[in-house]
């Protein structure tokens, strides 16, 4: 957001971390509002039934003036409008082939919140490490972090003008394709993965962990030296599939039924960019990023604390993907010069805006 371009011509970050994260805000539109192919297609029967109802009660109520419909009463042409509407809405479900929509805001999400679910949007900050000031805001209508890391990661950097250095978020943000297109930027990530996001991690005797790979032959090994081969690729799902080969192997073992109770054999899934996982796995866990991560809760929890309770920004007052980011924007540069007054004072803002003003009228 170019909102955010003032402060940091007037103040670099030398801290080169930046912290990701997300949070749900409500729409300015009801959960009622949400409506699947099938809400709509129950809902337009039960419509047609009541409409038929209400046409002959009109034809009975009006036989005594010439069995012409006089006036037809004010829920019949509320149902007709109702009606038309949903329609609408299942039309628009159909040729955007679409899962769900809202009908008061079409942008907005089902978002799973503290307080339940309601219609939303996943507000999205990028947050420096120094100065604690939000680099980059953007608001997604997705209901997890999951493909989100390197859209952000490449907003931040554009407003900061060069790549971080290191870029740390939680485990939501924890997918290998995303991953992958920040590692190739040269930038350190610092992300546990699902498995290292639980606090008590359960060691399993026959987790995957336990089973060596075999790069070279394209296999794996398991704790009895026995070999899984290589089976098939799932684009759909983006792994490969690892079979024991010989199936009687698992059968006859003693591990039987701990390991694995399939008569196939045991199977293991490797992820199409496992080297990355394994990679960021071992980032995760180095002193260095575990210091980082603990930072994390500090730097991003207080800025969403801050628009949410502090400036009221709960939920959007706008609606529509480009109005929601738009206030977003507006909340988090209300943030950051809060943030600033406290870090440098209004004597010093002012005269980076006065700086400013002069670079640009020249």
């Known amino acids: 957001m170019t909102a955010f371009g003032t402060f940091y011509h007037g103040r670099r970050q030398e801290g080169n971390t930046l912290f990701i994260d997300g949070s749900k805000i409500r729409a300015n539109a009801s959960i009622k509002e949400i409506w699947t192919d099938e809400r709509c297609e129950e809902f337009l029967k039960k419509l047609d039934i009541r409409i038929e109802e209400l046409i002959k009660e009109c034809e009975s109520a009006d036989k005594n003036e010439e069995g012409t419909l006089a006036k037809l009463p004010e ?216 210091e980082i991560y603990k930072k994390r809760k500090e730097k991003v929890e207080l800025p969403f604390g801050h628009i949410k309770r502090n400036l009221n920004g709960w939920a959007f007052l706008l609606r529509g993907l480009k109005g929601v980011n738009a206030e977003m924007a507006i909340l988090s540069t209300c943030f950051n010069i809060s943030r600033m007054v406290t870090i440098i004072g209004i004597k010093d803002i002012l005269a980076v805006f006065r700086k400013r003003n002069k670079v640009i009228q020249h």
């Open 75 to 290: 829920e019949l042409i509320g149902k007709e409008k109702l009606k038309k509407r949903i329609e609408g809405v299942l039309e628009k479900l159909k040729a955007e082939e679409k899962k769900q929509i809202n009908a008061v805001d079409e942008d907005s999400v089902k978002v799973k919140g503290r307080q339940g679910s309601h219609a939303g949007y996943n507000a999205q900050i990028a947050v420096d490490e120094k100065n604690g000031l939000i680099v980059n805001s953007d608001v997604v209508n997705e209901n997890n972090d999951i493909k989100q890391l390197s859209d952000q990661v490449k907003q931040a950097n554009e407003v900061l003008g060069s790549n971080c250095e290191t870029v740390c978020a939680d485990s939501g943000y924890s997918n290998t394709e995303t991953l992958k297109e920040v590692l190739e930027e040269g930038i350190v990530v610092v992300v546990p993965s699902q498995r290292q996001a639980l606090h008590e991690p359960k060691e399993l005797p026959f987790s995957k962990d336990k089973f060596k790979y075999d790069e070279e032959n394209n296999q794996y090994i398991c704790p009895e030296n026995k070999i899984l081969k290589y089976s098939h690729y799932s684009k759909g799902k983006g792994h490969y599939l690892y079979r024991m080969q010989c199936p009687s192997n698992c059968i006859n073992c003693r591990y039987f039924g701990e390991c694995t109770d399939s008569k196939r054999g045991r199977a293991i899934i490797r992820l199409k960019h496992e080297k990355i996982r394994e990679e960021v796995e071992t980032i995760y866990l180095t002193p260095e990023g575990q």
